[in-house]
């Protein structure tokens, strides 16, 4: 398998997930869709040295990935792949603060070192709590529940075709990256006029499968409805499961929690 049909399959497999049967992918989507939501804003709302804050916050995805019974190596895989990007925006945080603001014994800790944990932690935990999301409701079910939450209809389709074409372009370009290697002399590596030619092909290919894709869909009768595969009933699991979350969101934000732990903790042992 090439490298472009192995990222694909590796980028598809959270819906395959999302098939199996598990507390977490029979919870209402909405409930999932809504608590993931609010778990992303809460995690947003803290400043940049609040880090010991988020740490309560983990429970969430932790949570969820054991109802769902997800393996963390997928999880793991694409947080480093999405790390670089946390990276280049936290990397000035050191440089820009630099005054003391934790200290551990005699080591003193800069604003800026805390600053550029704080991003990561933020990075790690609300890019998790999105992936765990797909991989116990599936992207489809996410986008009917957007949908059944009042987004615009064109929206949702737009980022649901969205979604699905991401594959169709890479089948297409694993297409033609697999003729170039058979017809190349052996050795030849790709030149920029070469690239452009790939990527010009790609883009005419691209076109006329949306329009073979665009012609079956209306023949099957598509009008921007997103179909829903099973019926939709909130249930005394679901409500348990919005409740822990509220629970866990407004404690959060309301005190600090591991503060009050070590406090705790300190005046025991004295």
Do not use: N
Not at 35 to 53: H, P
Not at 145 to 151: E, G, I, P, S, T
């Amino acid at each position: 398998m090439g490298r472009i049909e192995a990222t694909l399959a590796h980028l598809g497999s959270l819906d395959e997930l999302a098939r199996r049967d598990s507390s977490a992918t029979r919870l209402d989507p909405r409930v999932k869709l809504v608590a993931t939501l609010a778990f992303v804003a809460v995690v947003a709302s803290f400043g940049r040295l609040e880090l010991a804050r988020l740490a309560p916050l983990a429970l969430y995805p932790l949570a969820l990935a054991a109802l769902g019974d997800v393996p963390w190596r997928p999880l793991l895989l694409r947080l480093a792949l999405a790390a670089p990007f946390a990276l280049g925006v936290a990397a000035f945080e050191p440089f820009l603060d630099r005054a003391p603001a934790v200290t551990l014994g005699t080591l003193a800790i800069s604003g800026g070192l805390v600053a550029f944990a704080t991003i990561l932690a933020k990075f790690a935990l609300t890019l998790g709590a999105g992936l765990l999301l797909v991989a116990t409701t599936g992207f489809d079910e996410v986008c009917v529940a957007l949908r059944r939450l009042a987004l615009p209809r064109a929206v949702v389709a737009q980022l649901m075709l969205t979604y699905r074409y991401l594959f169709v372009l890479a089948e297409e370009a694993a297409r033609l990256v697999r003729a170039r290697a058979l017809r190349a002399p052996e050795g030849r590596r790709l030149s920029l006029s070469g690239a452009g030619t790939l990527l010009g092909q790609l883009l005419l290919r691209a076109l006329a499968r949306a329009e073979r894709i665009h012609v079956a869909m209306r023949c099957r009768g598509f009008d921007g409805r997103l179909p829903v595969r099973r019926a939709w009933r909130l249930g005394p699991g679901d409500a348990a499961f919005a409740a822990a979350t509220l629970l866990l969101l407004l404690a959060a934000r309301a005190a600090d929690l591991p503060a009050l732990v070590g406090g705790a903790i300190t005046g025991a042992l004295r």
